[in-house]
């Protein structure tokens, strides 16, 4: 399993507890301190619709040495090729995608490289961002009929993040994990995020055989080191 920093920018600068607000120097200082791949966030494109840090971010993407990934709820297929042809190794689309299955087949075509996202909120979807007409429909939709349905459009990754548990250090998605891999069998990815607090929280992902998981402030408070991650993730 991947430990995947996770760097937010709203406005150019880095959100949360960190050492630095420059979202370049502190993806260096991650990679330096072990990162493999990092997971950018445009919260201005997740929250306001506006990817305000496109352009600084794709210049972290290509300068920092490792594959990085764009979130911040992009649902245009075009923005994401975009964002792949300008230095990013993959992108997030937002759930917001799920209330579209021509969409989701569209996106199957970019490959490896393309993750949906499953937002879930008691077992249904709550997408954080994407055009509002896809948000609307896809808002309240069952998770696991909405995993099911993109992997029959063949999405091939499938990223999962319970939006009860994000930034609180309540714990990693397991139930959530474990319910989507029973619907969707052993052949797709699964990236996990939201509420990791410690090293038994990895090694309870990586017993489950997900691809990386995303880790934003249990690192930046110090709780593990990514080196420390990576040995219970091996």
Known sequence: MVIVPSVDVRARRVVGPRETADPLVLARALVEDGAEELHLVDLDGAEAGVFANATLLASVARAC????????GLSSVDEA?????????????SSAVLGDDDLLRDIARLGAGAVVEIESRDGFLAPRGGDRTLVEVATGRGVLAA???AVLAGVRALYLIDLSAEGGLAGPPLALVDAVRAVVGPGIALHAGGGIRDLDDVRALARRGVASAVIGRAL???KFTIRQAKTVAA
Not at 65 to 72: E, F, H, I, W
Not at 81 to 93: H, T
């Open 220 to 222: 930046a408070e110090g």
């Open 81 to 93: 090729r975009e964002a792949i042809a300008n230095g990013f190794a993959g992108v997030l689309f």
């Open 65 to 72: 040495g490792v594959p990085c990934r764009l979130a911040g």
């Open 147 to 149: 995993a099911r349905a």
